[in-house]
């Protein structure tokens, strides 16, 4: 019986930014580019993590950012469900033109740096504790786990964890508990 399961290549896209330049100007480029980036996305397997890889540019204007990473970030939960968008190798400056853009918009996302991943853009602190928790895990969380971890009630947990799901920034799967009952488990990039 052939594994149905991706493979870890499969889990994994990548769209190498600077193969469009090492400055990246204007909407109207970055619309092109997202439009490359939305069918990566659509192809991408349940679970994917899609990477935009900004090595080699070295920098990009608010207006790029705002475009490429904003309005790609707004239609992640709805549109591409379970599937993840990070960045990785930001320049300074494109970093702090991202995060401006981010910002404005009220939303995050996840950056990698080399294998550690932190939140970027606009976050509320305690959601970012949450985050880091989560990708500390070794295994899928609860909601008990991260009530017990942090030391706030069941209700305070659920909704950290709902809000980085609304967000994009992390999946929601039904489970069994070890008593047999239905459960919810939380996982976000490896």
């Avoid at 052939?2 to 994994?12: A, G, H, I, Q, R």
């Avoid at 400055?23 to 092109?32: K, P, Y």
């Avoid at 853009?101 to 080399?114: D, F, N, Y």
């Avoid at 970012?128 to 928790?133: C, L, R």
């Amino acid at each position: 019986m052939k594994n149905s399961s991706p493979t870890l290549n499969e889990m994994e896209k990548r769209l190498a930014l600077g193969t469009f330049g090492p400055q990246l100007w204007t909407r109207d480029l970055a619309r092109t580019i997202r439009a490359e980036l939305n069918e990566m996305l659509e192809n991408a397997a349940d679970g994917s993590l899609v990477v935009i890889d900004a090595a080699s540019v070295e920098v990009f204007d608010y207006s790029f950012a705002n475009e490429l990473f904003g309005k790609t970030l707004l239609s992640l939960p709805n549109e591409y469900p379970g599937k993840f968008l990070v960045v990785e190798n930001l320049s300074p400056y494109a970093r702090e033109n991202l995060i401006k853009a981010l910002e404005s918009l009220g939303i995050a996302m996840i950056e990698r740096k080399k294998k550690s991943l932190e939140l970027i853009g606009k976050i509320h602190p305690a959601y970012s504790e949450t985050f880091a928790i989560m990708t500390k895990a070794k295994e899928p969380i609860t909601v008990n786990f991260i009530a017990e971890k942090l030391e706030i009630n069941i209700t305070a947990a659920s909704e950290r964890l709902t809000k980085l799901v609304n967000l994009g920034l992390a999946r929601r799967e039904k489970a069994t508990s070890v008593s047999g009952r239905e459960q919810f488990t939380y996982t976000t990039v490896s």
